[in-house]
């Protein structure tokens, strides 16, 4: 027996849905419940798969379960496809798993043909009308099936309109329609060679060949690549008796969400037009009205319809977004879907729904997409503006801005502390732009990649930033910078001119944009906190600074994971002190230098620790190669060509300028021994502590003088102290001892007691694979994914995202940019090994994560499924988190 | 009852090593067999160990053992310690598992006292005697255990030479000694605040004291720390009745090798002093004789002792280096132990001994160390000259060579080419010097690790190479180069000057030097055919060239393990049309730019499969980024610079200047396009063949017109296609169509039926992690652990080695440097897991490793121990690999 492709409505139902596509499983579903659904029939998306998978032909016996099902179509209805006297019309409708626009999407009043368009009449008592019915049906067929041109059909429609002197298509009289059909059909045949299809089954049969092909359009095919669609998924095909919106005011169509998509108020939402088809609704001749105002018009029917929203969503138990149509004042439903809704709507909708006892918490959770929370914690740019968008860069920031142009970190901080908004514009930013970054509304730079230092200082600091944006070009001389136009010419923006930019999406746009303020509703606050009460992995936040400490622990984190020592170096007024210690020729001059830094790092950890009292806070030892601390090399190489030069050609000052070659010339002698050529894997990290153990004692020291402190004043602190990059057990023990023994020597000192633990980052295979051994010497692990996805691909990601990520992502080399989804399988695998091996070793190890991908819903779950104890992200990501985790919690309970 | 801590000789035997130590096993075997060695007891190593447990306490019972012990001692000698009638003396010695230089190494005579002087004059009627060498022992105890002054000895010694008028201490009246000794005790009182001890079991005690303290002298553990040593090995103490070679003329001491350690023929080989202890032969006073003279001197003597060296040679079925004395005309044997020898000794006897049918093939394999065959197959520098050496780099390439110094490649190919011996001296090399090193001796750097492309390409041709010297300063300018001398100052060794240079140890030698010639003996050919029938694994070459192939053949290479084409690519006169490829600004021009370099390629696959004919040969298609193939960015900065400044300053020549200006810094431009932050991880590799097909699909197609032809002309080749740097399967998958697509396109062009394979280096933990994926698309798995070592621990090589693996190796972190030994607990854990999910996959895959590691014996053994088919390596590495090779199937049967 042959394979069923044919399902009539009330043979499925909501949970076939990818055998049926969403629209039909809606429709078999909203048939099953009793509701007013016109009869019809669905062809499988298994139909699509064999279509394709039998060289575009359809599978045997297709057409004949489509023509038995259309039979009880009409044995229900009591008409016949093609009968001249009563015929039978259907709608063609695709439908998908997923809603993709792009594939085609409706023929409505197939069955029409030079004989059953009178039987249409007969049956309306409207010869205008069927006779319209019948020219939109062939202008529709003849382009999406035949591919006849719609211009064409648009020259004779104007002729016609012309010749009877009226302006709309609505007011052509019956004997210029009929005419116009004719020349239509000619028009068809001369265009593509074929005769109009006659024959109502031949009309199906293309139709549903259309469906089909439209699956494999270009512009489907970019939207599955586009939102990550699988290709072998396949459309089903939905033909389905017609109901008539137009046939008179009793009539009418309309669409309608239950609640508020936009606010997730509990209201009807929506719009209808009086006898009128679902395109001209679309076509916006006429202005539809709220839905509300039906109940004036049709009363019963609006009570039905009300009533019928409820069922749907009690049924659903969620949003709807509905389509009816009335015909002759019976009420139709053509289709019905969860609406999408902003991220407020399902914020308050989820936890709204949980009040009225429709949806228990857990489902609540469920309803939010995590990163659309995002919205909610940013301003953005308002989505209805009317956007100059003159260049996109990288999105590494969220949030957005406007502000003047500016470029160069002095002026901007200049600037900043008047008031003035400004964005900061530069090629890209070094610590010595931290003091312009900090009174900045927003950074745009023009290279470097999501993890540059002007995205991960952007994001630390809550503030936007767009970077790597390649096509402005900045020339610091001219103050300006130059972007190619749409037009294909060259635009300069000087500084003064105003922009904005959206961190969330990359763009960069001409002068001021309405902004919509980030709001936190009390539902955001109910919904996180049952997610709290649903999770069961930790969230905490990466922060350096006792303010962004503050702003984590007001967002609901529960300690600190990452703490970078690093940025407390590169402050502007350090950054001297931190170059003297590099540049010390000996142990003893830069423990004078280190000594002057150790009241400074001291002061850093009272302030988070402080901030975070009650909480753990995981400080990591210094992990940058010292070169990021001391100048370009480039730039001190073109300094020193220059004084060469002017050497050779100026004649005065050569004494001044003597000198000062000869201290350049020893500064870049200095950045030359520190050059390295791969510096991702260079000397940085622990091995700058084992090379350099003063370093690392100082930040001990400083670690340890603070908790005392802290502790003498009463406040609760929990110090762990994190070794980064480990390789191998004996980095580990030889850096542990000098923690421990700086402890004790702290303790001693103060007479104060205090705890701590010592714990390393797992962010280097080999300390993954050797995670057991690690572990002896380890009271905590702290998974280091952006470096752990670096060395586990070898991918290094400034370069990768710049240079080839992008053809691998067109080729579909990797399911997902690595360096945001976690890799499962490869560096996943290295964190399942390392969770397993740590714990074989010591029982009690805390296990968490401190990459961005802590942040990430879909690497969450991934950590709650191999059990870490908590995830680490930026501040304004710890809600997303928060959510994501009880999402993970739910899922895999 | 308390642990046995003493041993009477006949108590041992050689297998107990590690408790009696080498010296003390093998005098305890000798007296087994029965050979005459006079009687004595041996400490075991663990009482070292626990007199160091102990906080350097001896441990309980240990002085009553070798009291019990000493009696027995005393009854077979019929002499007691500390009669004064008839005292017995002994040695006590150290004795390591490892003789260890730096260790305490003899106290003689000891149990002589006031009063046993007498008894020693009275057995040997010899006043002068048993006085010298009562001095003797004063001193050397004083010295060593109580920590005298040397110096204040020998002072004292001066004076009563001068006051009795002797040149030389043996020409000492018996009064003067007498007079003399008592000078020595009054001073050790004075200076070391004890008296010098009179009892002999308190002499003994502090001796022992003094061997257990010498195991962690600063020395000592130095050596250990150099010779990779465990610390907790402990040392063992032999304590030995006295014979003495110093009471006549029928007495002597001597020292022999059974073979010629420097040759290894079979001819004693020794020498020996009549009337003389073994002090006096190291002190050089009188010149000590051929061994074969003892024939003559002591007929009777000499037989026994030749008698004695085959019993030796059969019962420890080696080579043996004995020590021996002879007292009033009898032999007594104080040493025996396998002697060491030289990389030619080694292989002749180990082949010569298996046809004496004193070892098997096993054996024989077992007996030469694999790295020692680098001797052989290189030229070195003669181990007796005496050498000024100037500095010490890397030691980059084995091997030695003297020549001019030389700074600029023309000027080395020119003068090479006129039969010059030159040595090519640069900062570094590029593919620009190629011609240069082609015609150099030997190649000098001043930077880069031992990866760097001087390196490389110097092991790859043969060449020596020393490079990264960093105490030298090139000035090019001045054509010269300076280095600090020994004495402080700088010393300018110019162009034209004559070096040496040591590849195999990175010394820079001042002048010519004498060399030793290799020489590949039929012994040489004998043990390493053995080799080959024994070992499992097989061996290849990594060869780019047909000449390289060819050698690489003659060593005994079955197949190419890697054909690198960039070094194809970086061809000085192939270099600019690589250029014109990458500048290209579409497919078009590239493509132009590609078909110039089809030729050229197949042109080097034709040789390289013609040369190994009838073996496989694994291609790797482009591995390195772009840039590499492009000048060098700072210094286009710098041209760029200047120009504009000459701009600036000189008004004649603008036009010229602008026109050169705007050329570079379009270069430039694209420079710095390509400029990654971290090539290593960055654009390169199959990243490259995704990015640009058509590249990889100009190499496939060049190999498969190269095969296709040496088909046709009757050749067997086995081409492999190799795809490098593969993280994730559909990489392969894509690149895997392109190669097969190209191969049937050649096929159907040419008419050719050929075979070949596709597979992929194994160089990044992602791919060992998902093997079971990639196996699906290759048919072999090639290990690229250079790469694989740096992606697992997170080290680039080059800054690794020059930044800090020297702190690592001083704070032991690490045991090896993992470039070098494979680490088998990280990399070689991704290897095991790679091996055995691609296996399980494709259970016929062929996997062997071509980082630098397959030519290293230890990673060899573990390359053998998972499973891999093949190493490969340099081509003057494949003698040792087939070494290493069989010696892990030995060790591992």
Redesign the interface.
């Known amino acids: 027996m042959s394979k069923k492709w044919v399902y009539l409505f009330e043979e499925g139902k909501a949970e076939m849905k990818s055998l049926l596509g969403g629209k039909g499983a809606n429709l078999a579903e909203m048939t099953n419940i009793g509701l007013p659904v016109p009869p019809g029939l669905t062809i499988t998306t298994e139909a699509c798969n064999a279509y394709y998978d039998h060289g575009k032909d359809f599978p045997e016996s297709l057409m004949s379960q489509v023509k038995a099902a259309l039979e009880q179509v009409e044995a229900k209805l009591g008409k016949k496809f093609g009968d001249p006297q009563n015929p039978l019309l259907v709608s063609v409708r695709s439908g998908a798993v997923f809603s993709m626009p792009g594939m085609m999407d409706t023929i409505l009043n197939l069955g029409l043909n030079d004989e059953t368009v009178n039987g249409l009449t007969e049956a309306t008592q409207n010869r205008r009308f069927a006779l319209d019915c019948y020219r939109r049906f062939i202008q529709m067929y003849s382009d999406v099936v035949l591919g006849a041109s719609h211009a064409e059909f648009e020259h004779i429609l104007e002729s016609y309109r012309d010749k009877q002197g009226v302006r709309f298509d609505n007011e052509l009289s019956p004997e210029s329609l009929s005419a116009m059909i004719e020349d239509f059909k000619v028009m068809v045949k001369k265009t593509t060679g074929q005769l109009f299809p006659q024959d109502p089954m031949a009309q199906l049969e293309g139709a549903i060949r259309a469906v089909f092909s439209s699956w494999n359009n270009d512009r489907a095919i970019i939207y599955r690549q586009i939102h990550k669609i699988p290709d072998d998924l396949g459309t089903a095909v939905n033909v389905q008796s017609m109901v008539f919106g137009n046939m008179g005011n009793d009539c009418g169509t309309g669409v309608a969400f239950t609640r508020n998509p936009s606010t997730g108020e509990k209201t009807l939402y929506g719009e209808y037009l009086i006898n009128a088809q679902g395109e001209d609704v679309v076509a916006g001749i006429r202005t539809p009205l709220h839905i509300s105002l039906l109940q004036e018009e049709m009363p019963a029917v609006f009570d039905q319809f009300v009533n019928i929203c409820g069922i749907l969503e009690k049924h659903y138990r969620n949003m709807q977004d509905i389509e009816f149509t009335i015909q002759g004042g019976k009420l139709w439903m053509l289709q019905t879907r969860n609406g999408k809704r902003t991220a407020a709507a399902a914020v308050k909708i989820a936890v709204d729904m949980v009040e009225e006892n429709l949806i228990n918490k857990e489902e609540a959770i469920q309803r939010v997409e995590p990163e659309h929370l995002d919205q909610l914690l940013h301003r953005r740019i308002d989505p209805t503006a009317k956007l100059t968008v003159i260049a996109t860069g990288l999105p590494a920031s969220p949030g957005a801005a406007s502000g003047k142009i500016v470029f160069d970190a002095d002026e901007a901080e200049a600037l900043g502390k008047t008031g003035e908004k400004i964005i900061l514009v530069r090629t890209e930013t070094t610590p010595d732009d931290i003091h312009g970054i900090v009174q900045a509304q927003g950074i745009l730079t023009s290279r470097g990649g999501m993890t540059s230092h002007a995205a991960v200082v952007a994001r630390q600091m809550g503030k936007t930033c767009v970077c790597g944006c390649e096509t402005l070009r900045i020339d610091y001389a001219r103050q300006e910078f130059i972007v190619p136009t749409a037009a294909g010419d060259l635009k300069a923006y000087k500084k003064g001119d105003t922009i904005s930019i959206d961190g969330s999406t990359g763009r960069v746009i001409e002068g001021v944009v309405p902004m919509l303020e980030p709001e936190l509703t009390s539902e955001f606050q109910t919904l996180l906190s049952w997610a709290d009460e649903i999770r069961t992995i930790g969230v905490r936040a990466n922060a350096d600074k006792p303010q962004e400490a503050a702003q984590a622990r007001a967002f609901g984190a529960t300690g600190i994971g990452l703490c970078r020592t690093e940025h407390m170096f590169m402050a502007q007024e350090r950054l001297p002190i931190v170059q003297e210690m590099i540049l010390s020729q000996n142990l003893e001059e830069r423990q004078v230098a280190l000594a002057k830094l150790l009241p400074m790092q001291q002061e850093d950890f009272y302030g988070i620790l402080k901030a975070m009292s009650g909480f753990p806070v995981c400080i990591r030892l210094l992990d940058p190669p010292l070169h990021e601390f001391l100048p370009n ?2 730039d001190l ?2 300094e020193v ?2 004084m060469r ?2 050497l ?3 004649d005065d000052q050569k004494e001044a300028i003597l000198s000062k070659l000869e201290e350049t010339e020893a500064l870049l002698k200095k950045v030359r021994t520190l050059h ?8 940085r990290g622990c ?1 700058l502590g ?2 350099y153990p003063e370093i690392y004692g100082m930040q001990a020291r400083a670690i340890f003088q603070a908790v005392a402190q802290l502790v003498q004043e009463g406040y609760e602190v929990e110090p762990e102290v994190e070794i980064p ?1 480990v ?2 057990i ?2 580990l023990a ?1 850096l542990r001892q000098l923690v421990v023994d700086t402890a004790e020597a702290v303790m001693a000192e103060t007479g104060v007691k205090f705890e701590y633990t010592v714990g390393t980052m797992i ?4 300390a993954a ?2 995670a057991d ?1 690690i572990a002896k010497e380890a009271q905590f692990f702290s998974f280091g994914t952006n ?1 752990l996805t ?7 990601r ?3 995202e710049s ?2 990520l992008g ?2 992502r067109d ?4 399911p997902e940019n690595p360096f945001i989804v976690l ?1 499962r ?3 996943g ?2 964190m399942k090994i390392a969770v397993e091996k740590g714990r074989a070793t010591r029982p009690e190890l805390l296990v968490g994560i401190c990459g961005e991908h802590g942040g990430e819903p879909s690497s969450i779950e991934f950590c709650h499924l191999i059990g870490l104890d908590f995830v680490s992200c930026s501040p304004y990501r710890v809600p997303i988190a928060r959510l994501a985790a009880a999402q993970a919690a739910v899922k895999n309970s």
Chains 1, 2 share one sequence.
């Open positions: 090399e480039e190489v073109v060509t220059k030069c002017a050779e050609y100026a390295e050529f791969n510096p991702m894997l260079g000397h091995r084992i090379t990059l390789v191998h004996n980095e030889f962010e280097v295979p080999r694979l050797t051994q470096d670096q060395t586990t691909f070898g991918f290094s400034d370069d990768a240079k080839f053809y691998y080729r579909k080399i990797l890799d399988e490869g560096v695998q290295l």
